[in-house]
């Protein structure tokens, strides 16, 4: 079954950077577009970013562009996410999903994992 697990989220002060990871296993992750989205708290569910499943396209929230990369190795079957000039309002649970779309104006995903927590505050 589709598996993904999210690392690599901690606390980090405004303006710090950090580096999420996702370990996919269950599917064949090369032949998929995958997406990273976040929660915050009392929040719902927002797209952060896409990525091609060769990778030769990527796409970015307005709020991240410019200071959040999307990449993935499709050898090791992991989706990452470089997060740079961290601010309050990034503080969310970050999620890897697959099959992410807009549901009526509700972000819904196929497939999710745990969740890894960001929490940006001096």
């Known amino acids: 079954q589709v598996r993904l697990v999210e690392s690599g989220g901690g606390l980090v002060q405004p303006g710090g950077s950090l580096r999420l990871s996702c370990a996919a296993s269950?599917?064949?992750?090369?032949?998929?577009?995958m997406s990273w989205v976040r929660q915050a708290p009392g929040k719902g569910l927002e797209w952060v970013s896409d990525?091609?499943?060769?990778?030769?396209?990527?796409a970015y929230a307005d709020s991240v562009k410019g200071r959040f990369i999307i990449s993935r190795d499709n050898a090791k079957n992991m989706l990452y996410l470089q997060m740079n000039s961290l601010k309050p309002e990034d503080t969310a649970v970050y999620y890897c999903?697959?099959?992410?779309?807009?549901?009526?104006?509700?972000?819904?995903?196929?497939?999710r994992g745990q969740g890894t927590r960001v929490t940006v505050s001096s």
């Open positions: 999903a697959r099959g992410c779309r807009d549901v009526v104006g509700t972000l819904e995903c196929d497939y």
């Open positions: 269950g599917f064949t992750f090369s032949s998929w577009p």
């Open positions: 990525i091609s499943w060769s990778v030769g396209s990527t």
